[in-house]
């Protein structure tokens, strides 16, 4: 047998080990390549592991991103040059999803801003980190200081009991509301807890000296509602939830309209401009790109993977760009770009599996509810 | 009848010239939950080593090859309905195909059970 299409992303360099490996394999964890690191791709198996978060609560390991915090006078000014979201208007512990923009608005990256004590704190992928590091270092000004907090973990604790495991040990987490952040005490440990991640259900992401996490990490799976959750199921997870996995369906070449992303341009910068790409990405979100990031819900039972072209008779119109079985759907979805005039929900198109026509339906993302605590939603 | 065993972890019980294949134990533990399998449709003719079947599991989609050349008599209808027969009973319900040995003598140099679980414990 051979991996036709397999999730691992080896790099050139040997994978890294990151501070819980020694605590993974120790808890059964297959460990894959990925991004440059080793990590665990699964424990019990993805199903069940999918199956636990949405239920209860998983502890994903997610050291592999980079922990930024940019720092100095007119930090906002300069971030908003390369990102187009309102990093002025960012409140002290609020967080908001951004993108990194190319000269021509291409995606160099998605990632999450956060207004913390010491400064913005940044976090981007795994894979493009020292990418981002270097353009964000060639463009902001010598007085911006940016500094990468390797000695840190990060921790996601994700699903709809998450709130109650978490808030055992740090009292207090159970204040915050989707998309806000903040310092919370673990004894003496000060951790930076923001509520938010990346599987569509309620959730916390938790960074944590590195020294500290192993135990951190014991003591939360020691809680009854929390077990270790791979990579595997953070993709399936993400993948239901419409969530977009850099690298698979956002890339330089695709700017944040025909990504599905317009939320991200916020609402003075559509009027201001003055971020990478701003006329094109402007025109796109005033006259409607020429191709757009859809969800796919397939006919039968084989999955349809990120390759796959879709056609709508003779004729290519797009392509996936991620796609599997979604355990809690219970059937095999996809996400892919399709040119505008096939992108309406309700579509029908034919997906091209080992050469065979799969009948495959455009739909509205995501393809199971998000379930965010947000602030001022019925509880 | 004969089971043989190859390195690419499938496994072939051999009954005069007829056979039946399907994956081992050790490859449905390293492929995980399967989620979908596509087996030959019988009379499909077969080359040792060629694509045979697919199998695909949550996250990955993988090839069978054909352990040896023949002539697909049956696929397992059972696995369009509970693919994931393969991870419950690999050895057994879970089979892939069933076919005509081309050349038996193909089954010459394929490991037996004792030899595959060596083979296993190297890896």
Redesign the interface.
Known sequence: ???????EESTTDAPLALPLDAWHRARGARMVAFAGYVMP??YD???AE?LWTRESAGLFDVSHMGQLILSGEGVDAALETLVPGDIAALAEGKQRYSLLLSEDGGILDDLMITRAPMGLYVVVNGAVKWDDIAHLREHLPDEINISHLEDRALLALQGPKAVDALKRIVPGVDTLFFMEAGSFFWGLEPLWISRSGYTGEDGFEISIPAEHVAEFADLLCAQPEVKPIGL?AR??LRLEAGLPLYGHDLDPATDPIEGDLSFAISKRRRTEGGFPGSGRILKALANGAARKRVGLLIEG???V?EGALLFAGADVVGEVTSG??A?TVNA?IAMGFVAAPHSASGTNLEAEV?GKRVPVTVTTLPFVPHHYHRKGAAQ | MTRYFTDEHEWIDVDGDSATVGITDYAQGQLGDIVFVETPDAGKSLTKGGDAAVVESVKAASDVYAPVSGTVTEGNPALADDPALVNSDPEGEGWFFKLMLADPSELDGLMDAAAYKAFVAGL
């Open positions: 047998m051979s991996d036709t299409n397999e999730i791709i699964q198996g993805i199903m999918h595997g993709d399936s039972k084989m999955p993977r599997g079985f355990p095999p080992r």
